[in-house]
């Protein structure tokens, strides 16, 4: 049997690596030896283990997309914490996953102050923002963890999925927006920032938000 050392293995940026038959205290060494503190992203499904590195421009996307976000929740006065790409793991459920960013909203009080998570008593987050989300182990993870809502920004539009009976389904508004054209506001600002770029999109985001109250 060939051994090898996760410093031997170079994934380049827009790839992704599959591990299949890893076991959880393999997993758990897998993020020790990765570490905090690095670009890529991980998601672990019932022993398939990924680990992608992003592109710029996802990177650009899943920024953007992040602000918006935090402008919906500050105009219409939600309160959030944010928790980024924070590892969600569960052993009972052999499942983990990083989103390329979270929110928690309806369950926010629980989890102010929080510098670790426990999902055998915290919750998972109320929204996860996907960027190029093509993935059944991502998927897998998302759904087991119970997210209530997925977007998925991909090929320059927005997609919502919403978790019913322990299964995502494509949804045309947001329960958390439920108000608001969600779908076509994000994909039409974050298009807009190509050529307007980042600050002049988003007080232009900002503006209409104000404008739909």
């Known amino acids: 049997m060939v051994m090898l050392q996760l410093r031997q293995i170079s994934v380049p940026p827009g790839h992704r690596l599959l591990l299949n038959d890893v076991n959880w205290q393999e997993f758990e060494a897998i993020l020790?030896?990765?570490?905090?503190?690095?670009?890529?992203?991980i998601a672990y499904s019932q022993g398939t283990l990924e680990i992608r590195m992003p592109l710029p421009e996802h990177e650009f996307n899943k920024e953007?997309?992040?602000d918006m976000v935090k402008i919906l929740l500050e105009e219409l006065e939600i309160d959030r914490e944010c928790f980024g790409s924070t590892t969600f793991k569960?052993?009972?459920?052999?499942q983990g996953i990083e989103p390329d960013n979270c929110f928690y909203i309806q369950n926010y009080a629980q989890?102010?102050?929080?510098?670790?998570?426990d999902l055998t008593v915290d919750p998972p987050p109320d929204l996860a923002i996907e960027v190029d989300l093509t993935s059944k182990t991502q998927l897998d993870a998302y759904e087991a963890l119970g997210v209530p809502e997925i977007w998925r920004y991909e090929n320059k539009s927005l997609q919502i999925n919403v978790l019913e009976?322990?299964?995502y389904v494509d949804s045309e508004i947001s329960r958390i927006f439920p108000n608001l054209p969600i779908i076509e506001a994000i994909s039409q600002y974050c298009e807009q920032s190509q050529t307007a770029g980042t600050s002049r999109t988003l007080r232009l985001f900002r503006q209409w938000v104000k404008n739909q109250s």
């Open 32 to 41: 020790e030896e990765l570490g905090e503190h690095r670009g890529s992203r």
């Open 64 to 66: 953007i997309i992040g």
């Open 90 to 94: 569960r052993k009972s459920m052999l």
């Open 111 to 117: 989890m102010i102050g929080k510098k670790r998570i």
């Open 165 to 167: 009976d322990g299964k």
